[in-house]
């Protein structure tokens, strides 16, 4: 499965990519720099743990906390691709044109 998949399952271009392409897209179709999508990260990773801590404190069976991991790994970050990328999907397929051979793989 790949990481596209999980988190930009929203946006087709996106949907068959690798951690390292989607990390390519990401730098050369938006306007941050690295730092800014590391932080962007960081703050993807602290929606996931709200909601994953959410979960954990219902105190429930075990399928509450499973189902509060699941949603908090998918559900924020395929809010935020969506986001970020839907407005810029000519621009994705643009860059996945020229880099054919990287992505074809």
């Not at 087709?12 to 990260?41: F, N």
């Not at 994953?52 to 509450?64: E, H, K, Q």
């Amino acid at each position: 499965m790949k990481m596209g998949t999980l988190f930009a399952y929203m946006v087709p271009e996106l949907r068959k990519m690798s951690g390292a392409q989607l990390m390519d897209v990401w730098h050369s179709c938006t306007e941050h720099s690295r730092l800014k999508i590391y932080l962007h990260i960081i703050l993807l990773m602290a929606c996931c743990s709200a909601i994953f801590n959410l979960a954990m404190w219902l105190r429930g069976p075990i399928l509450v906390d499973l189902l509060g991991l699941i949603i908090g790994i998918i559900v924020p970050a395929n809010i935020y691709f969506y986001n970020v990328f839907t407005p810029r999907r000519a621009a994705i397929r643009k860059f996945i044109e020229e880099h054919w051979d990287e992505f074809n793989k």
